[in-house]
């Protein structure tokens, strides 16, 4: 969750869930395991910046994990880190275009602007 948090530059929540053996009625219909847990949880919120988690994990027991989230911090973290690999293409930041008709013609360029 840390690494989709960071590469995604967005909150994660995880939730897997808590599964007690009480869960499941007398009458279930097929045949449990011998045990008195089958998903112990973990849910969790990892900070988009650093990957770190600001929320959790609660394994064992059934409950909420709430967190105080700042969306302002995706943005930066989006900034922070180029997933994609956009940073180390010139033909992506350079701001010149060539478009072309359907018959391969040019249809119009794009004038670079100066920067500011």
Same mark, same amino acid.
């Given at each position: ?18 599964? +007690?053996?009480?869960?499941? %009625? /007398? /009458? &279930?219909?097929?045949?449990? +395991? ?12 990892? /900070? ?8 959790? %994990? ?11 989230? /700042? ?8 900034? &922070? &880190? ?12 350079? +701001? ?9 013609? %040019? ?6 602007? +100066?920067?500011?």
């Amino acid at each position: 969750m840390r690494h989709i948090a960071i590469e995604s530059g967005a909150f994660v929540v995880s939730v897997p869930q808590y599964i +007690p053996r009480a869960a499941f %009625p /007398d /009458d &279930f219909p097929v045949d449990l +395991p011998d045990r008195e847990v089958y998903g112990n949880g973990g849910a969790a919120i990892v /900070d988009p910046a650093w990957g770190e988690v600001i929320g959790g %994990p609660l394994y064992g027991e059934e409950g909420i994990v709430v967190a105080d989230c /700042d969306l302002r911090a995706g943005l930066h973290a989006k900034r &922070f &880190f180029d997933a994609v690999g956009h940073y180390g293409r010139e033909e992506v930041l350079l +701001p010149t275009a060539t478009l072309t008709n359907l018959d391969g013609g %040019p249809k119009a360029e794009a004038i670079p602007q +100066p920067h500011e």
